[in-house]
């Protein structure tokens, strides 16, 4: 399983970034598909989820109404559409996959993980 994340970037305050995540061995429309994020000094914390079957969707609440989950089955890959992006969004982001759920796993408990992508929001 590989999952191959993309996108990230150095941008100011109140700009937009899209980050994607191609999955192989895996099935974006068959497993929980989501985004953790990790800031220098911090936990790993979940961002977003998207459901295997449904494709319901779950944020964390600080950036809910910013970021947007979404997948395309025919490429297998999921994206991170990031708006209205502030400082504290600064982060390396890690694109993951579990058969059961993303959002209900804690970092350890998740099954795959792609290589993290630096997103840096400057003020």
């Known amino acids: 399983v590989q999952l191959q994340a993309s996108g990230g970037g150095l941008v100011q305050a109140g700009g937009s970034l899209r980050l994607s995540c191609a999955a192989s061995?895996?099935?974006?429309?068959?497993?929980?598909m989501g985004w953790f994020r990790q800031a220098p000094g911090k936990d790993r914390e979940f961002v977003a989820d998207?459901?295997?079957?449904?494709?319901?969707?779950l944020y964390l609440g600080s950036v809910e109404g910013r970021f947007t989950i979404s997948r395309d089955n025919a490429k297998n890959t999921i994206y991170l559409q990031m708006n209205s992006l502030r400082p504290e969004d600064t982060a390396v982001y890690y694109c993951?996959?579990?058969?059961?759920?993303?959002?209900?796993?804690?970092?350890?408990?998740?099954?795959?993980w792609g290589k993290g992508t630096l997103v840096t929001v400057s003020s």
């Open positions: 993951a996959a579990d058969k059961l759920t993303v959002a209900g796993n804690s970092a350890d408990g998740i099954d795959y």
């Open positions: 061995g895996v099935s974006v429309d068959a497993y929980s």
């Open positions: 998207i459901s295997g079957s449904g494709g319901n969707t």
